[in-house]
Every structure is written in structure tokens, then in C-alpha cells.
């Protein structure tokens, strides 16, 4: 095939392409859905690897409603958070894979040298929004892993075979060659980077497509941001409608795990229509509530907002989705009922959907919340299906002005017995300066569903989305900085999930708040309303909140009011979330800095009052 007339490449990528035994490029989604089972009911992704013989690395089963795809290893079904190497010599505060592997050049020749005896599949695609600010990029993958280009294609939108530009330029490519990690890297998740002046290189050497096909795409965005100075937030976010027809934007931010897509998730009710706002895990006492009518949703984004400096806005934060399709994940559903809307969704899609980690056998209906079991007993935690946007319904494909950014954090439970960090309230309130604080420190947060290293209280790292990063903190923490600085009418709130103090909530509270927002026309709440919260690291508590009618219990939006805990317990806890965030904020203090930025930290270091930050911005 002479490929010179549908893409512009490099001289590497002409080569591979050139010598390949053969090539196809996709030419509707159904074909590459074809492809992924070979035309077959059951199809299993091998490779001979030298040592080892036969490998099987992954299974495709064709189901009624789409492909179940399950890895052989359990380490395989979720992302490594230290999976990704930078190979260039830019500037990188990440690790660096000559400092781990040694010389990268042998493996990039050696990369290349095995694309070049497969069938290959080559699809051209746009990372970011394909209408607003896109780049053109393509993957080079083996024929037999088209489960992992389906993904890619449902992620972020591909270009089919008869509609390529002539001419297209790729700025980003990915090599999947997936027999590395056995033959290289002892079995492991590995990305690497390597940043070229007119090129992004990924090379994915795994076939799960978390680090690659999404993170790596979302780090390709982020490189290219850095040098034209603006950012993908690692968000969703929802247009939520009242009954009355009030509107507003919410962008919900946070680390895995912090109910990014649960934010334009339906509420859960119990099946007599009544939500279980929260149980104390001490007395197991439970609190219901009654909400006759929710706000309708229309979902913005779910995971990567584009802030691209062609929606600027003098007063607020303008964005879009980054992405084609979404990587949701269901291991909050183990039974029928939980979520209608995805169920219908899911069991009857408008065309086959990827199901990754979940039971399907050739020929039956894949439910989602039939987990594959990492052993006899334990349900894999990252269960996930990649949704095309445009199946879901109501879904907002402009750019949209965020009233509200809220930050959402998984915490622990905690009592007087046990102090732990999970002192937070229903909804927190928080000033500019400390909405920059915690978008630098991004909790990991308790018992992370979706990533390998789940114990205890780490940081996602800047902005929630630095493990996809390839650059410099300190360079996106000023572009965090200007973000906010430059958006004056966008509000912040804090907004835990999983526990309040003593009392589990999963993610109902976040529902009831973002109920309440709508409601409220935003995050501007009366001066009587709020209250300092004991720990200066949450900013504003609220003294009280009505949602339709019911009175949200004080011991839920001020832990320290709860029985199980007390001012002692809590103020343990506050201490543990302050010295987390200032042994996390250590790093900041370096000379590229924007002097605003050394200010609010050296600030918050010296322990300065509420109404001390919330003076500088």
C-alpha cells in the first residue's frame, strides 16, 4: 500500500510502513470492531516471545452487545501510576528512562525493527477536540491487538480510511508493541515518551490502553500545552438544569477515584425511591432524604476538559471535551439496579461498546456488573467500558463557560478511636489562593479503585493529572495559577466522597451538592451561611443547607460536630491533611515560581489565617 498518498510521515514511519507484510487502514468503526475478533466468536491476542514460547496476553470474546476483553494478568487490568519513562533530553521532572533502562535509541531501533515484520494497522486520529484546537495523530499497531485500536478509535475519534486528509501531518504517533514488556521490562506496564521538535513519540510496550491510548494522548495535550501556554484539566463536567430551568456548568477536578465521572452520573435511590444520603458506620444509624424531582444533566465532559486559549474568556473558565469517548468505570455497580441509565445504556447500546474487565462469553449479553475476578473471591476494582460520546444522551459538543469548579476528594473513614484525614464536610467553600493549593497537592485519596498503588495518603501530583505529564511541575502549576488568576467569576468548592467523618457516603453527598449548586445558581452562599471551618485547609464550612425542603445535618457539613469524633479527633485529623500538604508543597518553592505562587505557598508554610489567603487573590 502506498500510504505517501494519505499521510505526510517521518522517515521512521515511512520505513516501518514500507516493510510491513501488510497494512490496513480502518475504514468505518465496525470494520475495526471486526478486526478485533478476526471475523471469529472467541479470539485470543498471542505472541511467540522468545524464552517463553506462546504467550496469550489478552482474550476477545464477541457478545450480543460488544467485545468483553479481559487480560490474562491481574496487574494488567489497571494502570501503573509509575508506568511512564521520558526517553528525550528536554526539560522533565519526571523519571527518565535512561536513568532506569539506559540507552533508549537501541529499543526505539529494536521497536521498530519487530512493527516491521507485523500485519499492521495504521489509524490516523486528532488528539483534543476535533473541532476546537485538535492535533492530528496516528497509531501503528499489530493487526491482532485492533481490540486496543478500537479503544484508541472510541476514545478519541478516528478518520476513517476514505475521509483522510490528503496530506495529513501527524504531531503524535503511538507504537504499540506489546511483546516488550516480556522481552524488556520483566513483565511490566511500561510508556515511553520522547518528545521530538516536530514529533510527540508514545510507545506503548503493554496492551492495556489506560497509560497509552488515554493517559498517553492526555500527556501528548499537556506537552503541546506547555509550550503554548494553556492546559487539559483532569476534569468532568456537567450542565445541570433545575426544575425551575436555572442552569449552571459544574467542572469537578480531582485525582482517580474523586467522582469525576459520578458527577454527571443519575442519583442512585433506594427501590422506594428514597436516597441514602448517609449511614453511621459507628451506630449504623442511616439518613434518608426525599427528592421528588433531580436536575436534568448535560454532560459536558468526563475526564479531560480542553482549556484552549481559543475559548478565552475575560471572567470564566471556558472549556471543552478533549475526547471522542469515555473510559468509564463501573465498580461501584455490582448489581441490577444500581444505574439504570448505564444498564439500558450498556445492555442495549446503539452499536457493540469495549467492555474491558468484565465476564462475556461468545454469544451472551455483557452486564456490568458481572466483574472478572481477580481471584476466586475478589471482583476486579476497574472494571470499565469505553463509551463514544455521541451514544450518550444530551451531551453538550460546544465549548461552555464553568461556574463552578469543585475538587473531589476520596476519604477515609473517621472516629475518635481512629483520627484520620476524612474531616472534611458535606461541601466546602474555598478561596482562589487555597483552590490553587489543592489542585497542586491532588489527594490520591482512600482506596483508589482505578490505579495499582491504592495504600495510605499519596499526591496525584499537580492539577490531578501529572502522572500524564512529561514537563515540568513548576510549569503547570503557573499555568494553574494564571488559570485562576485570569477567571475571577469562576467559583471553588471542595466536595469529599466515600466518608464524612464517621458516616459513609459513597458518592451521594456530591449528588445532593451538586443539587443544591443548581438550585442556588452557583456556589454563592449568604455570609451567615458560612462558617471558617476548624481546619484552615478547607476554607469555608456552611453553618447550614436546604435542599427542597430538607435540613442537611450540621454533623455533616462540620465533622467536628459529630459524636464520633469531637474537636480532639478532628483536629488529629486536620493536622494530618496540613502536614501532607506542606510536606507536598515543599517541592513548589523552586525559582521558576511565579512570585504570587511562592507567596500563597510561604503563606500557607506559615500557617496564615483564611482571610490571610483569601487577601492574596
Known amino acids: 500500500m502506498n500510504t505517501s498518498e494519505y499521510f505526510n510521515l517521518n522517515d521512521d514511519m515511512k520505513d516501518i510502513l514500507l516493510h510491513a507484510p501488510s497494512i490496513i487502514i480502518p475504514e468505518s468503526r465496525e470494520h475495526i470492531l471486526r478486526l478485533a475478533t478476526n471475523d471469529q466468536p472467541h479470539f485470543s491476542v498471542v505472541y511467540n516471545i522468545e524464552g517463553k514460547g506462546m504467550v496469550e496476553e489478552v482474550t476477545v470474546a464477541k457478545c450480543k452487545n460488544g467485545l468483553a476483553v479481559n487480560y490474562k494478568e491481574p496487574h494488567m487490568r489497571r494502570r501503573d501510576p509509575e508506568c511512564m519513562y521520558i526517553a528525550d533530553n528536554l526539560e522533565t521532572d519526571k523519571a527518565k528512562y535512561k536513568d532506569k533502562f539506559g540507552d533508549f535509541d537501541e529499543v526505539r531501533k529494536e521497536t521498530f525493527k519487530w512493527l516491521k515484520q507485523q500485519d499492521l494497522i495504521v489509524m490516523p486520529f486528532i488528539s483534543g477536540d476535533q473541532n476546537h484546537g485538535g492535533y492530528e495523530s496516528i497509531l501503528i499497531a499489530p493487526k491482532n491487538a485492533a481490540f486496543f485500536v478500537g479503544g484508541l478509535a472510541d476514545l478519541q475519534g478516528f478518520i476513517p480510511k476514505n475521509e483522510i486528509r ?6 503524535a504517533v503511538i507504537y504499540l508493541a506489546p511483546t516488550f514488556r516480556h522481552t524488556h521490562f520483566n513483565g511490566e506496564q511500561v510508556v515511553v515518551h520522547n518528545r521530538l521538535p516536530e514529533l510527540h513519540e508514545v510507545f506503548s510496550f503493554n496492551l492495556y490502553p489506560g497509560p497509552s491510548a488515554k493517559k498517553g494522548i492526555y500527556g501528548v495535550l499537556l506537552s503541546i500545552g506547555e509550550k503554548e501556554n494553556w ?17 449552571i456548568i459544574i467542572m469537578h477536578e480531582g485525582a482517580s477515584g ?19 444520603l448517609a ?13 421528588r424531582d433531580t ?3 448535560y454532560p459536558v465532559t468526563d475526564d479531560m476538559a480542553l ?23 463501573f465498580n461501584h455497580i455490582t448489581e441490577y439496579g444500581t444505574s439504570p441509565m448505564h444498564e439500558k445504556l450498556t445492555t442495549h447500546p446503539p452499536e457493540p461498546l469495549i467492555f474491558l474487565n468484565m465476564q462475556g462469553v461468545s454469544g451472551s449479553r455483557i452486564l456490568i456488573w458481572d466483574h472478572t475476578l481477580d481471584d476466586v473471591d475478589t471482583p476486579c476494582p476497574n472494571p470499565r467500558v469505553i463509551m463514544p460520546r455521541h451514544f450518550i444522551k444530551n451531551i453538550i459538543a460546544e465549548p461552555v463557560n464553568v461556574d463552578v469548579r469543585s475538587f473531589g476528594v476520596r476519604m477515609p473513614l473517621c ?12 461541601l466546602h467553600i474555598l478561596p482562589p489562593a487555597l483552590a490553587w493549593l489543592w489542585r497542586l497537592v491532588s489527594p490520591r485519596g482512600h482506596a483508589n479503585p482505578s490505579i495499582l498503588d491504592t495504600e495510605g495518603m499519596s499526591s496525584e501530583g499537580v492539577g490531578s493529572y501529572w502522572p500524564f505529564a512529561t514537563g515540568k511541575m513548576v510549569t503547570q502549576a503557573n499555568l494553574l495559577l494564571d488559570q485562576i488568576v485570569n477567571t475571577p467569576e469562576t467559583k471553588y468548592t471542595l466536595m469529599p466522597n466515600q466518608h464524612i467523618g464517621s458516616y459513609e457516603v459513597g458518592f451521594t453527598a456530591e449528588w445532593i ?14 455570609n451567615e451561611q458560612l462558617t471558617k471551618a476548624r481546619c484552615t485547609t478547607l476554607g469555608y464550612a456552611l453553618s447550614n443547607l436546604h435542599v427542597e425542603g430538607f435540613d442537611i445535618p450540621k454533623e455533616l457539613l462540620q465533622t467536628n460536630h459529630q459524636s464520633s469524633i469531637g474537636n480532639e479527633a478532628y483536629d488529629k485529623g486536620a493536622q494530618i491533611l496540613v502536614n501532607f500538604f506542606k510536606k507536598e508543597l515543599q517541592q513548589f518553592l523552586v525559582d521558576d515560581l511565579k512570585p504570587l505562587g511562592r507567596r500563597i505557598i510561604n503563606a500557607y508554610m506559615n500557617d496564615a489565617s483564611l482571610e490571610e489567603l483569601e487577601a492574596i487573590i
Request: charged share 25%; hydrophobic share 30%; glycine share 8%.
Open 415 to 426: 472516629s475518635r478511636e481512629n483520627p484520620t484525614y476524612g474531616i472534611a464536610g458535606m
Open 258 to 276: 474523586g467522582g469525576k465521572s459520578e458527577m454527571i452520573e443519575e442519583m442512585h435511590r433506594e427501590p422506594n425511591g428514597q436516597i441514602l
Open 513 to 526: 451538592n451538586r443539587e443544591c449548586l443548581a438550585r442556588k445558581g452557583g456556589a454563592h452562599f449568604d
Open 307 to 329: 482549556c484552549h486559549p481559543s475559548y478565552q474568556n475575560d471572567n470564566k473558565l471556558v472549556i471543552s471535551d478533549a475526547e471522542a469517548g469515555w473510559f468509564l468505570r
Open 231 to 247: 492546559l487539559t484539566a483532569h476534569a468532568s463536567s456537567v450542565k445541570v438544569v433545575t426544575p425551575s430551568n436555572k442552569s
Open 166 to 171: 490528503k496530506g495529513f501531518s501527524p504531531k
Open 295 to 297: 436536575c436534568e444533566l
Open 279 to 291: 449511614e453511621d458506620k459507628t451506630s449504623n444509624k442511616k439518613l434518608f432524604m426525599k427528592l
